[in-house]
């Protein structure tokens, strides 16, 4: 009797583990080249014999709607994670749309969310972060009641995600991911890759993300709104044991596509030019970092030979914002270039800059410290803050865009805010 119990219990735990293993875990959106479809990504620990979504418009009677995707995997440390990813297409914006993910062997809750709108009086708002981690993520609650207020469209997160997605055989990005199942569940999660994420060329980040445009979300463009968002990886330029293929390839893409979105067509339809990586090209800190530097490579390209570099090319296309993190603060620059102020006018900067406008917003919260600031500030520095907190970006139509820098430290205060104004197309190209 007690041997026939111990297969018994032994078969049980067994269904259980495997149930456990099937179990759609780490759910999160991403928005796609077109604003009628997304890209939904899970993670199992066994494989499935589909990859399935189920979904219908919010408050329909049935999820109605079924589409299939494909499973890939990869393996961190000792665990192999099963990577599953579906896209849902023919879908209407600006609407609310019921959902659940997974296989016949286990489903998900259902959850839902909402696509992301169009047409040009479309005006989105995106949270906007990077440096945002599972330890000390103290930005989080605020986080989720921006995304539960419904006014947010999107979450942009630049970079250093997690820290670490692959440690501990890369339990810790789970949990990350786990963390923010709640928020990602509702609206594009939109990546790109910091330094935390270097680990074996990239190897967690490159599998767990969906990004549009088919190079393994390391870079990407979208639409969204009267803005074209174009997101790149800094990190090619300073993990070259990878090789220099990377840093070629990316800066190639990046010209072809700055060349196709300022075409007078493409600008017409989205006037605004919009860049975000990791680590910027300015910035007035004091930990050594390349940004500090008078030629940082971000700026002026590959040392020496001065290869790939970046501010001429967004200079000479028009680039209007630049948004960086890596630098655990926040930083608003004047309109500059060549490290020189560049401003709209004296008395309204921000209007018709000559230049691009720079932010770093690196302060959501992570287990490393603040950045310090220089003691005596660049003439190129606008604004400075260490409190935690994170970005709101908002592109109101094709003349007017604003950023507000919230405060978690401070409850929610807005410490800076500037809204740029374009109203005389790009003067500067």
């Known amino acids: 009797m007690n041997i026939l119990w111990i297969c018994v219990v032994s078969i049980l735990n067994n ?48 999820l109605s709607t079924n589409a299939t995707g494909s499973m890939t995997s990869f393996k961190e440390g000792k665990i192999t994670r099963y990577i599953h990813r579906v896209t849902l297409i023919n879908l209407k914006p600006k609407i609310k749309y019921d959902y659940k993910c997974g296989s016949p062997a286990n489903w998900s809750i259902i959850h839902t969310f909402q696509t992301l709108g169009m047409g040009p009086n479309y005006s989105p708002t995106f949270l906007v972060y990077g440096d945002f981690g599972l330890t000390n993520a ?3 609650p605020r986080i989720q009641d921006e995304v539960k207020s419904g006014k947010i469209d999107a979450i942009l997160h630049i970079g250093d995600i997690a820290y670490n997605l692959f440690e501990d ?4 990005g789970d949990n990350f991911m786990s963390m923010l199942e709640d928020v990602t569940t509702q609206l594009p999660y939109m990546t790109l890759p910091g330094n935390h994420e270097s680990s074996q060329n990239f190897l967690d980040y490159r599998n767990r993300f ?83 530097h008078k030629e940082s490579i971000i700026r002026t390209g590959i040392l020496f030979t001065h290869s790939y570099a970046l501010e001429e090319l967004f200079y000479k296309y028009g680039v209007d914002l630049c948004v960086w993190a890596h630098e655990h603060i926040y930083e608003r620059l004047w ?22 406008v720079h932010v770093i917003t690196g302060s959501a919260g992570c287990r490393e410290n603040h950045t310090t600031f220089q003691k005596n500030q660049p003439e190129w520095v606008a604004v400075t803050n260490s409190d935690y907190g994170f970005s709101k970006l908002t592109v109101h139509n ?9 405060s978690d430290d401070q409850n929610g205060k807005v410490v ?4 740029m104004i374009k109203d005389q197309g790009n003067i500067w190209t």
Request: hydrophobic fraction near 30%; charged fraction near 15%.
């Open 15 to 62: 269904v259980i583990v495997k149930a456990s293993n099937t179990q759609p875990q780490q759910i999160h959106l991403a928005a796609t080249e077109t604003y009628s479809s997304v890209v939904l990504t899970w993670v199992t620990f066994d494989p499935t014999t589909s990859s399935q979504v189920y979904y219908a418009s919010h408050g329909s009677s049935f």
């Open 138 to 140: 103290q930005s989080l």
């Open 169 to 172: 055989d890369g339990i810790l």
């Open 210 to 292: 969906s990004m549009p445009g088919g190079h393994e979300s390391i870079f990407y463009s979208w639409n969204v709104g009267r803005a074209h968002f174009i997101m790149f990886s800094t990190e090619v330029y300073f993990f070259l044991e990878y090789g220099m293929d990377p840093v070629k390839k990316q800066f190639e893409w990046l010209e072809n596509d700055l060349k196709q979105a300022t075409t007078t067509e493409a600008r017409s339809e989205h006037p605004w030019i919009i860049t975000m990586a990791h680590r910027p090209m300015y910035c007035s800190t004091t930990n050594g970092n390349d940004c500090d």
């Open 335 to 356: 309109p500059v270039y060549d490290r020189k102020v560049m401003n709209g006018s004296y008395e309204r900067p921000y209007t018709n800059p000559k230049a691009p």
């Open 398 to 406: 094709s003349t007017h865009l604003s950023i507000q820098q919230i």
């Open 416 to 419: 800076d805010s500037f809204t």
